[in-house]
């Protein structure tokens, strides 16, 4: 059985006075709410430290939403593994789609992030999507495939289970469009045969695979109870407490 995981990504959203209300609201919320879900929340660099401290007695896991794999230099304005552990943080967004489109970070840069992640006890949140024009030129199983294999060259297969995949349709990500459960269904499906081909089968079986793009407490019910959908990753839904709650407490 795959614990599954809600993980929440804040992006470039709340202070450090917003951040404090809304990571309390969600610890708070959790006490009064049955679920089997594992909670990762990825608050913006600058609240991290402070929101590790309010999560620290609760199951609330802390994660951030981007590093650079170099350990340390003149890179300006980027944010270390060692850095990101010193505030608490146990995972790492890699990859997500917004990196990719809008800072152009090539497959081979987030390789290289996602190792050193592991290298320094980091599990990477490894986010994979195609564009609206790549599916409907029938080429999303190809883009996938290679952002895959690009992304997890040179990754063990112990490696491999500290890594979370998490499958975004670029067309899905803050539009309010969603993905329907059987379409979704049908890339974790083809992801976990990929996994099983370049590891094994019995790492395919054991490795999580979230669905992200405009999860809400409206789709999210219909969203996991897919056989291969191991949880989500939640961007605009999990800026309220109460939203992010009602999705959290789907997994029971
Ligand atoms: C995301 O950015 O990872 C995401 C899934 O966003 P949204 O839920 O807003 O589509």
Not at 137 to 163: D, M, P, W, Y
Not at 168 to 194: C, D, M, S
Request: glycine residues 8%; proline residues 3%; contains cysteine.
């Amino acid at each position: 059985m795959r614990t599954k995981i809600i993980a929440g990504n804040w992006k470039m959203n709340k202070t450090l006075s917003e951040s404090i209300t809304l990571a309390s609201g969600i610890v708070n919320g959790l006490n009064n709410i049955n679920t089997k879900a594992e909670v990762i929340i990825c608050p913006p660099f600058t609240s991290l430290e402070t929101v590790n401290s309010l999560i620290k007695n609760s199951k609330v896991k802390l994660g951030a939403q981007n590093m650079h794999f170099e350990d340390h230099g003149a890179f300006t304005g980027e944010i270390s593994a060692a850095m990101l552990k010193s505030v608490g943080c146990e995972f790492v967004i890699l990859g997500h789609s917004e990196r990719r489109h809008i800072f152009m970070e090539p497959d081979e840069m987030i390789n290289k992030k996602i190792k050193k992640a592991l290298g320094s006890n980091l599990k990477p949140v490894f986010c994979i999507g195609e564009t609206l024009e790549e599916r409907e030129s029938n080429s999303t199983f190809k883009v996938l495939e290679t952002q895959v294999r690009n992304g997890l060259a040179n990754v063990t297969g112990s490696e491999l289970l500290n890594i979370i995949i998490a499958y975004e349709p670029v067309w899905a990500i803050g539009t309010g469009k969603t993905a329907t459960p059987e379409q979704a269904q049908e890339v974790h499906q083809f992801l976990r045969n990929l996994i099983s081909q370049m590891f094994s089968e019995e790492s395919s079986k054991i490795v999580r695979i979230l669905y992200g793009g405009s999860v809400k407490p409206s789709n999210a019910e219909s969203l996991l109870s897919k056989e291969d959908i191991d949880g989500a990753l939640v961007g605009g839904a999990c800026l309220q407490a109460e939203s992010f709650l009602q999705i959290i407490s789907v997994v029971n």
